[in-house]
């Protein structure tokens, strides 16, 4: 029996992979309903507007914030605004779903204070050089911006004990399975990989 469904908090340094775990239980554990965050930044090549994120201009971002849409918002890495819709978040818990909700450490406080009960949980990476590593490596930043988001990721990693669990993203799936069970769900048993499987 799983627990009663309610809403998980995910948050961790910039690159550790918080989008790669997420995605990986978007696609294989359908029963839990990944909240998709708006945000202002400019997609990446391949980003999806509704499926990755909500991509908004700044106008229509602003027009939210003040209409009071947002269960957190926050500007991230003193650049993009990103934030949360109530209604998406609360249509879905209604529905008896298990929420998981993937965001920054500003947001993740700002959860805390509108939603105390929910579950926070913080992915770390296996350590800072292989943090470093995945930021300089997936090549999507220039180097100034490499540079402050690693400045970003030092005052992440210490917010750890803020959260009720942490992660180990050393391994995508076995952290993706790690957080399903804190989530009180089944993980999925390990198979070998068939044509037949995918």
């Known amino acids: 029996m799983s627990n009663k469904p309610g809403l998980t908090v995910l948050a961790g340094p ?6 790669t775990v997420s995605t990986y239980i978007r696609d294989n554990y359908p029963e839990v309903w990944l909240s998709v965050s708006a945000t202002t930044r400019a997609p990446r090549p391949g980003e999806i507007d509704g499926v990755h994120y909500y991509f908004k201009s700044k106008e229509e971002f602003e027009s939210l914030v003040a209409a009071g849409e ?13 934030g949360t819709l109530k209604s998406t978040v609360n249509q879905a818990i209604a529905e ?17 204070q509108a939603v105390p009960d929910a579950q926070f949980v913080f992915l770390a990476p296996p350590s800072w050089e292989e943090l470093v590593r995945r930021l300089v490596g997936r090549g999507t930043e ?10 970003t990721g030092k005052v992440e990693l210490a917010a750890e004990p803020e959260f009720d669990h942490t ?7 076995r952290a993706a399975d790690e957080l399903v069970s804190l989530m009180g769900l089944t993980p999925h048993p390990r198979q070998p990989q068939t044509p037949s499987a995918r």
């Open 70 to 82: 947002f269960l957190e918002w926050a500007v991230v890495h003193g650049q993009n605004t990103y």
């Open 96 to 112: 008896g779903r298990s929420v998981l909700l993937e965001i920054d450490l500003q947001g993740a406080r700002q959860v805390k």
């Open 14 to 19: 910039t690159a550790v992979g918080k989008g």
């Open 142 to 151: 220039s180097a100034e911006e490499q540079q402050r988001r690693l400045e």
């Open 167 to 173: 992660v180990i993203n050393d391994d995508v799936r």
